[in-house]
């Protein structure tokens, strides 16, 4: 049965531009790209992006019902299909620890920091790491990473992916292991790395609205990165209650994809000033609403020379911090021995005895 426009949930005037149009139901614009729609009804490129989620959106639920029925899962059945999924490990044997194995894959995950703390290494490490193949402990997939600061240095990229691969082949032992370094090199790597560039939050939008097609066409895809999400958001907004709108559309989107297609969604975060009891203090950007979106919030700072990784919201892990530092090889641990034990940052297992009980923060 096909569905008129006029039953989705549009403004009028949106409805009266497209029935103008020739458009009658949501079947004639389910080929439509949005810019093509902009064109076609005179609408703006954002009021075409957000016609096209609804119909999407209302079409998908139509198909997902299976016909009005309820789909559903058992709790064992979740429990096994967790198990099945992996982790992308970060380099950083302590931060992997405090993630019960690395970043999830499954769930998004926002890294927030300061400029220069190492946010954007971070997500360079992990789109090589999510490359490893499976005989090396890894999920063998391919990245898709959005780049909305410019901030992608491709030189970068070439040095953390020699550095693991290098890693990679000290640890050959059997057969399938060195037939797998045969196809594991820098240049599969950087292969099998999508990079799109978004200056805007519209350009962002579209690209997230074409990602279903993009993933049906590149099943391999299990880490999606956005460094940073803040940026386009935090620029040309005057009515805030419709940035938000637009967040909340976005941070639900994010969670289907993670959990539709069994991938890693990593974001980044700015930091802002707020005040609070008359004392500035720094707080991640995009307000408190958008706190919530992330499945794993980590907060990289500084205390001093250090930079310390703090996991401070996760349903699943205990609140910890744990020291790292940013080599020429990449994101890395900090040698323990090194350090006196009162300059040791405390780490999971350190945490659990101290704050037994205060499972997530």
């Not at 090199?185 to 805007?200: G, Q, W």
């Not at 976005?250 to 609070?276: C, E, F, K, Y």
């Amino acid at each position: 049965m096909q569905r008129t426009l006029s039953s989705l949930s549009l403004s009028p005037s949106v409805k009266i531009k497209l029935v103008a149009a020739g458009f009658q139901f949501t079947s004639d614009l389910l080929p439509l790209k949005p810019l093509q729609l902009s064109k076609e009804a005179s609408l703006s490129q954002l009021e075409a992006l957000e016609v096209l989620q609804t119909v999407r959106r209302e079409e998908g639920g139509d198909e997902g019902g299976g016909g009005g029925g309820l789909a559903s899962l058992t709790a064992l059945e979740l429990l096994q299909k967790e198990e099945e999924l992996k982790s992308i490990v970060t380099f950083s044997s302590q931060l992997d620890a405090a993630l019960g194995g690395g970043l999830p894959v499954g769930k998004t995950t926002e890294i927030c920091g300061a400029p220069g703390v190492g946010k954007t290494q971070l997500c360079l490490q992990l789109a090589v790491d999510v490359q490893v193949p499976q005989c090396f402990g890894g999920i063998g997939g391919q990245v898709l990473y959005i780049d909305t600061e410019g901030s992608f240095l491709l030189q970068r990229v070439v040095d953390i992916a020699a550095a693991v691969v290098q890693h990679c082949s000290l640890l050959v032992e059997d057969d399938e292991q060195r037939v797998a370094m045969t196809t594991f090199t820098v240049e599969t790597i950087l292969a099998n790395m999508f990079l799109v560039r978004c200056h805007d939050y519209v350009e962002l939008l579209a690209e997230l609205h074409l990602l279903p097609d993009f993933l049906s066409e590149h099943p391999k895809v299990r880490l999606l990165v956005i460094d940073s999400v803040a940026f386009p958001f935090r620029q040309h907004f005057d009515e805030m209650s419709r940035r938000t709108r637009l967040l909340n559309g976005l941070a639900q989107q994010l969670i289907a994809m993670a959990t539709g297609h069994d991938m890693a969604v990593l974001m980044t975060n700015q930091m802002t000033t707020r005040l609070q009891g008359g004392q500035s203090q720094q707080v991640p950007a995009l307000g408190e609403s958008w706190g919530h979106a992330p499945t794993i919030r980590i907060l990289l700072h500084w205390a001093g020379s250090r930079r310390l990784a703090a996991i401070f919201k996760s349903p699943d892990h205990m609140g910890s911090t744990v020291q790292y530092q940013i080599t020429s090889e990449g994101f890395r641990d900090v040698d323990q021995s090194e350090q006196p034990p009162s300059k040791r940052p405390r780490t999971h297992t350190d945490q659990s005895a101290a704050s037994r009980g205060d499972a997530s923060l």
